[in-house]
């Protein structure tokens, strides 16, 4: 009697929910595997450590259809464009939905994108007028020719003018000052730590932080979902959206350093059409990375791209061409969404609920009464006849700029 029972338990779960609710399952199951469109770069990137994998618990998160290391699209969209990155992300910032995506939750290197979780996790607690000095410490282990605001030790400068030579510059100098300011008695390995516990908050799950800067680091990964999530937090906040729309501004002299220019180093801000916000990256072991915000229509979407090549777009070109394809999607085109921090939402394995069955094996499809009776008739008829087991089966784009990189790191 043990089969029927947990038979019958799902058919009363199934016919007392009202049309529109959301039912969720115990056990996560991976998406349909579907290659990514991919185009190969002239010169083939140097070999690099493989990545830890996805804890299974975590790869559906957002839904079921994000659950694959490849090619997570509606059913009937036009196809992605080819690209070289080796995963990435088109969400929605305000719906939450997730357009698509390539391997959403794999395991990558973030270089300087991870500025956007220091960014999330800090912002809140440091007041922008506050007035600080630079240590030496600061500056220990910092490459001269990595990416750097051009702060000096001993210099004065204002938490904002910081935040601006962080997120305009991509200062890995201004990163340092910043984490050992809001890691508090800790210093900077308390800021690391609070970015950590910011992923935690955000359900970032494959993000962890070694570096404020973004900087390679022992273990240091994050993921084009990930970054979406990340994104989303930061860019809630009217400081860090003026930070990013900032084109150039100026910090005055410090300890002879002469006053330093602050040039935003988006180079699409401008120019791709609607542009709110971008981030570059780049270091040797993390190739190209990218996050960037566009407006068009009332939609925000946010782009996240991991392990780019310079070339034939490089990180923009394939930005530009990916965030045109999400612009050219119905509104209501998803494969999953971006789930609340804290757990807020629903179960993240949920992948029955009311919609409109856009989604290519997403977290969600539409559930009229018919296929509610259907469905239960299906499964007591298999009890009826014996079976010990019911299993339901789940059912060119415009060429992008040629872009040279920008290297960050």
Same mark, same amino acid.
């Given at each position: 009697?043990?089969?029927?029972?947990?038979?019958?338990?799902?058919?009363?779960?199934?016919?007392?929910?009202?049309?529109?609710?959301?039912?969720?399952?115990?056990?996560?199951?991976?998406?349909?595997?579907?290659?990514?469109?991919?185009?190969?770069?002239?010169?083939?990137?140097?070999?690099?450590?493989?990545?830890?994998?996805?804890?299974?618990?975590?790869?559906?998160?957002?839904?079921?259809?994000?659950?694959?290391?490849?090619?997570?699209?509606?059913?009937?969209?036009?196809?992605?464009? %080819?690209?070289?990155?080796?995963?990435? $992300?088109? *969400?929605?910032? &305000?719906?939450? =939905?997730? +357009?698509?995506?390539?391997?959403? @939750?794999?395991?990558?290197?973030?270089?300087?994108?991870?500025?956007?979780?220091?960014?999330?996790?800090?912002?809140?607690?440091?007041?922008?007028?506050?007035?600080?000095?630079?240590?030496?410490?600061?500056?220990?282990?910092?490459?001269?020719?990595?990416?750097?605001?051009?702060?000096?030790?001993?210099?004065?400068?204002?938490?904002?003018?910081?935040?601006?030579?962080?997120?305009?510059?991509?200062?890995?100098?201004?990163?340092?000052?910043?984490?050992?300011?809001?890691?508090? %008695?800790?210093?900077?390995?308390?800021? $690391?730590? *609070?970015?950590? &516990?910011?992923? =935690?908050? +955000?359900?970032?799950?494959?993000? @962890?932080?070694?570096?404020?800067?973004?900087?390679?680091?022992?273990?240091?990964?994050?993921?084009?979902?990930?970054?979406?999530?990340?994104?989303?937090?930061?860019?809630?906040?009217?400081?860090?959206?003026?930070?990013?729309?900032?084109?150039?501004?100026?910090?005055?002299?410090?300890?002879?350093?002469?006053?330093?220019?602050?040039?935003?180093?988006?180079?699409?801000?401008?120019?791709?059409?609607?542009?709110?916000?971008?981030?570059?990256?780049?270091?040797?072991?993390?190739?190209?990375?990218?996050?960037?915000?566009?407006?068009?229509?009332?939609?925000?979407?946010?782009?996240? +791209?991991?392990?780019?090549?310079?070339?034939?777009?490089?990180?923009?070109?394939?930005?530009?061409?990916?965030?045109?394809?999400?612009?050219?999607?119905?509104?209501?085109?998803?494969?999953?969404?971006?789930?609340?921090?804290?757990?807020?939402?629903?179960?993240?394995?949920?992948?029955?609920?009311?919609?409109?069955?856009?989604?290519?094996?997403?977290?969600?499809?539409?559930?009229?009464?018919?296929?509610?009776?259907?469905?239960?008739?299906?499964?007591?008829?298999?009890?009826?006849?014996?079976?010990?087991?019911?299993?339901?089966?789940?059912?060119?784009?415009?060429?992008?700029?040629?872009?040279?990189?920008?290297?960050?790191?």
């Amino acid at each position: 009697m043990a089969p029927f029972r947990i038979v019958a338990v799902t058919l009363s779960a199934l016919l007392v929910s009202p049309v529109g609710a959301t039912v969720t399952r115990t056990r996560a199951v991976a998406a349909p595997h579907r290659p990514c469109p991919t185009v190969e770069p002239p010169a083939r990137p140097p070999a690099t450590p493989s990545p830890p994998p996805v804890d299974p618990n975590h790869r559906a998160v957002g839904g079921e259809g994000l659950a694959t290391p490849g090619l997570a699209a509606p059913r009937d969209a036009p196809r992605p464009p %080819a690209v070289t990155a080796t995963s990435w $992300v088109v *969400a929605d910032l &305000d719906s939450g =939905r997730v +357009l698509g995506g390539c391997g959403p @939750h794999e395991h990558r290197t973030p270089a300087s994108v991870q500025k956007l979780l220091l960014a999330a996790a800090l912002m809140p607690r440091l007041d922008p007028t506050e007035v600080v000095e630079v240590k030496r410490e600061d500056l220990r282990d910092l490459d001269p020719e990595s990416s750097l605001m051009g702060v000096a030790a001993g210099g004065r400068y204002s938490v904002q003018d910081l935040w601006l030579g962080l997120l305009l510059e991509s200062g890995n100098d201004a990163a340092n000052v910043l984490a050992r300011l809001g890691g508090g %008695a800790a210093g900077r390995p308390g800021g $690391v730590q *609070a970015m950590n &516990d910011e992923a =935690r908050r +955000l359900r970032a799950y494959q993000t @962890h932080a070694a570096t404020p800067s973004g900087l390679d680091g022992p273990g240091q990964y994050t993921s084009a979902y990930d970054l979406a999530l990340i994104t989303r937090a930061a860019f809630a906040r009217e400081d860090f959206r003026r930070y990013m729309a900032t084109r150039a501004t100026q910090v005055p002299e410090q300890r002879g350093r002469g006053t330093l220019a602050i040039t935003n180093d988006n180079a699409l801000l401008g120019r791709y059409p609607g542009m709110l916000a971008g981030k570059t990256g780049f270091t040797d072991l993390a190739r190209q990375t990218y996050v960037g915000v566009a407006e068009r229509d009332g939609r925000r979407l946010a782009v996240t +791209l991991l392990g780019a090549e310079t070339a034939p777009l490089g990180s923009l070109g394939e930005a530009t061409a990916l965030l045109n394809w999400g612009f050219g999607l119905p509104p209501d085109a998803s494969v999953g969404r971006l789930v609340a921090p804290d757990g807020k939402d629903k179960d993240d394995r949920v992948v029955i609920a009311a919609g409109d069955g856009r989604g290519g094996g997403g977290d969600s499809s539409s559930l009229s009464p018919p296929f509610l009776l259907g469905l239960g008739a299906t499964i007591l008829l298999s009890v009826v006849l014996g079976a010990t087991t019911f299993r339901r089966r789940n059912m060119r784009l415009p060429s992008a700029p040629r872009t040279t990189a920008d290297v960050e790191d």
